[in-house]
Each structure stands twice: as C-alpha cells, then as structure tokens.
C-alpha cells in the first residue's frame, strides 16, 4: 500500500467517526416522552424514599381502583405484552 493510499484510508475513517458521533447526539436515549430530567427526578424519588414512604407507595398502588393487578403466568407475559402493544397503538 502507498502512503497516498494510507492517507485516503485514514480521512475516510475519521469521517466516519464524525458520522457516528452526529448520529449518536441526534438519537434520544430516552423513551418518548422522557429527558434526562425527568429521569433524575424519578431517581432523587426513590433514592431518597424511606422504606414507609415506599411501602404506603406500593399500598396505595393496590387500592387505586383505576388499575387491575393480575397474576399471569409467565410463559403468557409476551403474547400479554403483545396484546397490550396493539391496543396502545
């Protein structure tokens, strides 16, 4: 290989790299409706949550009417979550 060729190689290569990096800062790592905000506050929440602050949380989860807790088994948990996907969608 020539130096002229080597010199090719090498610019082409950190052009990609530039790409990648264009590429990586435009994609969220969040999930819509997230920012690394909002992941903060959840994290300050439960960090610093007493255990009674986190069992009355869960307590009051099972007697909020507006959600049904059921028991699946666990083989069925990917055809639930698929069913779940189409009626979100």
């Known amino acids: 290989m020539d130096s002229e060729n080597v010199d ?5 290569i950190d052009k990609v790299v530039r790409y990648d990096e264009k590429m990586t800062m435009k994609q969220s790592r969040f999930p819509k409706g997230w920012d690394e905000n909002r992941v903060k506050r959840v994290l300050d ?3 610093n949550q007493t255990e009674d602050e986190a069992v009355a949380e869960d307590e009051a989860a099972w007697e909020d009417t507006s959600h ?3 028991e699946v088994p666990n083989e069925l948990i990917p055809a639930v979550r698929e069913l779940l996907a189409k009626k979100v969608a």
């Open 68 to 70: 049904t807790f059921i």
């Open 45 to 47: 929440h439960y960090e």
């Open 8 to 12: 090719t190689f090498s610019f082409d």
